[in-house]
């Protein structure tokens, strides 16, 4: 079974800055892409930032320049470093991994981590 544990969630004033972390643990040989989603209140869930395994990024045009993801093959880990904070940023940011479960064909689940709220208020 493999679980995404996040952490790093809080309140922030505007302008300032939190980083997020997701660890994937379990039956894990590797992982494809790893990225961050986020959902606000009343809104559907919304792609933030994906990196593939290989380290190439793509973020939502809202959080260019101010947000970077990055990962830690090593440790399975996800990061999401966000700089310059604003109100509209306020959401539960959710962990998304796709995890091959079989080496011979690569196969994979996508997995979800808990969410972790983000409040962005002054």
């Known amino acids: 079974q493999v679980q995404l544990v996040e952490s790093g969630g809080g309140l922030v004033q505007p302008g300032g800055s939190l980083r997020l972390s997701c660890a994937a643990s379990?039956?894990?040989?590797?992982?494809?892409?790893m990225g961050w989603y986020r959902q606000a209140p009343g809104k559907q869930r919304e792609m933030v930032a994906v990196?593939?395994?290989?380290?190439?990024?793509n973020y939502a045009d809202s959080v260019k320049g101010r947000f970077t993801i990055s990962r830690d093959n090593a440790k399975n880990t996800v990061y999401l470093q966000m700089n310059n904070l604003k109100p509209e940023d306020t959401a539960v940011y959710y962990c998304?991994?796709?995890?091959?479960?079989?080496?011979?064909?690569?196969?994979?689940?996508?997995?979800w981590g808990q969410g972790t709220q983000v409040t962005v208020s002054s």
């Open positions: 379990g039956n894990i040989f590797t992982i494809y892409t």
């Open positions: 990196i593939t395994s290989g380290g190439n990024s």
């Open positions: 998304n991994a796709e995890i091959p479960f079989d080496r011979l064909t690569g196969a994979s689940n996508d997995y």
